[in-house]
């Protein structure tokens, strides 16, 4: 994990963010049977804008295709809401962060949680596609079917207040993924504050000051 500052506003960590598409086991292709498809990402951005096009695409596919529904901006809840709806088939697919996909296996966590492990994205990519075939099984071993994994380019950090050097990286409150323990005492070796929410919680958290005044966001 390295930082580099853009402005005194903001920080990028060239962190190797995951994201992936993946599907309860069973095949939902030749009757056209409805597939819901839930995702943090916001609606009409760009990345939603990917999934819509993916859309059409299963819908033509061979065999009778898919009928995909999409539901963007968090409206199924946080990563760990989609894989427990996703486990009980009250949606069929998600595209989780590594902080999702380690409610099905906490494995993942090793392209994530390491750093300074990797010196470029090309590195961590080289990493990851060496891994997949492993991570793969044991997602499938979970009932889980990986569609794809890569990752979503830099993390990025905005903030209230300038924040140019470490020192004053660690009298603010960071956000963190809730439920993600494992990068909460990560940052509090470092000396900072990490606040874990839910992302519907980041922004009344910025504009009441209660909570966490820093927040990391990746590409999405």
Known sequence: MRCKLDSKWSMRVAASS?????????SFAGDRKPVKLATLAPKDSSFHQTLMRLREKWRDAPD???QLTILPDGVMGGEADIVSRMRVGQIQAGVLTATGLREIDPSISALQNLPLMFRS??????????????IEKRMEEKGFVLLFLGDVGWVQFFSKVPVTVPDVLKKVKLFTWAGDNEQVELMKTLGLRPVPLEVADILPGLQ???????VRRTSL
Request: proline share 9%.
């Open 18 to 26: 995951l994201a992936l598409l993946c599907m309860l086991t069973p």
């Open 64 to 66: 009778g295709g898919v």
């Open 121 to 134: 994205l090309e590195e961590a990519a080289y990493v990851r596609k060496k891994l997949q075939p492993a």
């Open 208 to 214: 009441t000051g209660s909570s966490a005044p820093l």
